[in-house]
């Protein structure tokens, strides 16, 4: 069982820098893949970056790219979302999630267990 608490969401203007993180509990923090996922009002929950057990490997969607970077810490069972260049497309509740699957998944069917999402709210 792993519990995930999301925080560092906030209100920001366009441009600003917001690094979100997620503590995990439990010892076998780094047996998980871990990844962002968000949901704006309306709108289907979407993936938004993934990063492997060792931290060696990371992926992002194509509208994050170049702008988000997806970080862990496994002493410290955390990981973060470290987000820049922020536009108002952004504004969601964003979710943190760990997978237990082989690889590193990018669906959240593929992916166990949920935090209960920090808000992040970019205006124009």
């Known amino acids: 069982q792993v519990q995930l608490v999301e925080s560092g969401g906030g209100l920001v203007q366009a441009g600003d820098s917001l690094r979100l993180s997620c503590a995990a509990s439990?010892?076998?923090?780094?047996?998980?893949?871990m990844g962002w996922f968000r949901q704006a009002p309306g709108k289907e929950r979407e993936f938004v970056a993934v990063i492997s057990r060792s931290g060696g490997s990371a992926y992002y969607a194509d509208s994050v790219k170049g702008r988000f970077t997806i970080s862990r810490d496994n002493p410290k069972n955390t990981v973060y979302l470290q987000m820049n260049s922020l536009k108002p497309e952004d504004t969601a509740v964003y979710y943190c999630?760990?997978?237990?699957?082989?690889?590193?998944?990018?669906?959240?069917?593929?992916?166990?267990?949920w935090g209960q999402g920090t808000q992040v709210t970019v205006s124009s």
């Open positions: 439990g010892r076998t923090f780094s047996s998980y893949a």
């Open positions: 999630a760990a997978s237990s699957r082989v690889g590193v998944p990018t669906t959240g069917r593929n992916f166990n267990y």
